[in-house]
């Protein structure tokens, strides 16, 4: 399966603490997205990511979030010093080059679903 | 904002029952509209899409029409079958953005045999 894989698919933290997802885009993808579905709500856009370069940051909480893609490896996402409010299910996903987005098809990974206790 | 509001789940149907799945939607402009799924195991794919007013999605049985005047993109199939048990996101894409999607909640649809 060449698809979007994302690991962990469930990882617990407690207060304080940091996570850290992450997410290998599909075979030949060099667009990375990460949206975030808090409990009761939809997915929301957090951040928009091309190889070594951060396009779009504005849907990132200002604090304790960052996110980067290097030329090797896959992207992840860096959550510091955990709070219960960051219990979420944090997708992935990746696109071809940019002239394919007018099909708007993102494709997502399965999640990570992270819990703070 | 954008915003997407989509029916309450769960949704629990016998095999070949109709389905409908409400979506509506608040955007500025003229936006994208999109179904995703998401079956157990794996990650949101596309179903359909529609790019304009009055225009009909269709894949895999499902069809959605996009309906400027009511601003809304319902979910229907005439027959569903028990492996369309998935979750449903109703997303849409506004002109001032090319990449950035704003979904539903999700319904969770479980077709029992």
């Not at chain 1, 933290?13 to 667009?31: D, I």
């Not at chain 2, 608040?26 to 949101?44: D, K, M, N, R």
Request: aromatic residues 12%; contains cysteine.
């Amino acid at each position: 399966n060449a698809g979007v894989m994302q690991n962990p698919r469930h990882l617990v933290r407690r207060r304080g603490q940091e996570a850290r997802l992450r997410c290998s885009p599909m075979k030949g993808h060099s667009h990375v997205y990460w949206y975030r579905q808090l409990p009761e709500e939809g997915l929301k856009f957090m951040v928009y990511l091309q190889k070594e370069n951060i396009i779009d940051e504005s849907g990132m909480p200002k604090e304790r979030f960052s996110a980067e893609f290097p030329k090797e490896g896959p992207s992840i996402l860096r959550i510091q010093q955990v709070v219960r409010g960051d219990s979420a299910a944090y997708f992935c996903a990746s696109s071809p080059l940019p002239r394919e987005w007018d099909t708007g098809e993102l494709f997502f990974g399965e999640g990570s679903r992270l819990t703070v206790l | 904002g954008d915003s997407v509001t989509q029916m309450e789940g769960p949704v629990t149907l016998s095999e070949e029952a109709f389905l409908t799945i409400n979506c509506t939607y608040t955007a500025t402009g003229y936006p994208s509209l999109f179904w995703y799924v998401q079956y157990p195991g794996e990650g949101l794919q596309l179903l359909l899409k529609a790019t304009k007013a009055d225009d009909k999605g269709s894949n895999k049985g499902f069809e959605a029409t996009y309906r400027k005047e009511t601003t809304s993109f319902h979910l229907e199939k005439g027959s569903v079958q028990v492996s369309d048990s998935a979750v449903y996101f109703c997303a849409l894409r506004s002109g001032g953005s090319n990449y950035k999607l704003t979904f539903g909640k999700g319904t969770l649809l479980t077709v029992n045999p």
